[in-house]
């Protein structure tokens, strides 16, 4: 039983790495949007619509650390989902695996790019569906007891790039 259960989140998992291979539809420009809180800028928040019956999305942004000292991601939260992740994807010797990742520390300046086949959160269990041009509620947390709220837009996926898999490793961003 347990190997089925791990088949089925793996091949869920699988779904969503597809679908967030693709790229946001040409006229859905999300780069303009920054949130800033403190010590960090958030922009570029969005998520692809998933595929009918899947309950695991999965959301990317870039987070710069504005700061005068070293700031660390300790978790995320929204109302919309049961749970929600920070996950890096990789790929080593043709394979791929996904991980949690704990916390995530950037140094003064530094960025991060949570983008497919990388960084990303993973929301599971929506307590509703998302569809495209809605949006949900996202909160970063820090581990010097700050937070970061922002919205996620949900974004129109197009099939151009399923399968063009090696291509998006590190360019895959919504088009503006």
Same mark, same amino acid.
């Given at each position: 039983m347990r190997s089925?259960?791990?088949? $089925? $989140? /793996?091949?869920? *998992?699988a779904v969503v790495a597809a679908a967030g291979?693709?790229?946001?539809?040409?006229?859905?420009?999300?780069?303009?949007? +920054?949130?800033? +809180? #403190?010590? *960090? $800028? /958030?922009?570029?928040?969005? +998520? &692809?619509?998933?595929? &009918?019956?899947?309950?695991?999305?999965?959301?990317?942004f870039t987070i710069e650390n504005i *700061?005068?000292?070293?700031?660390?991601?300790i978790g995320a939260d929204s109302p919309d989902f049961a749970e929600v992740m920070?996950?890096?994807?990789?790929?080593?010797? #043709?394979?791929? +695996?996904?991980?949690?990742?704990d916390q995530l520390t950037l140094e003064t300046g530094q960025k991060a790019v949570f983008a497919p086949h990388g960084l990303h959160l993973m929301l599971k269990g929506p307590v509703r569906d998302h569809k495209e041009g809605d949006g949900f509620p996202l909160r970063l947390h820090f581990d010097d007891g700050t937070s970061l709220a922002f919205e996620v837009t949900v974004g129109k996926v197009t099939g151009d790039d399923i399968g063009d898999h090696d291509h998006h490793h590190s360019a895959a961003k919504p088009e503006s």
């Open positions: 089925y259960l791990t088949f $089925v $989140v /793996l091949a869920a *998992a291979a693709t790229r946001v539809a040409a006229g859905e420009d999300h780069a303009g949007h +920054s949130h800033v +809180s #403190g010590p *960090a $800028v /958030l922009t570029v928040a969005w +998520s &692809p619509a998933a595929p &009918p019956g899947i309950n695991i999305r999965a959301a990317y *700061a005068c000292a070293p700031l660390t991601l920070i996950h890096r994807t990789s790929t080593q010797d #043709g394979l791929t +695996s996904m991980a949690p990742v």
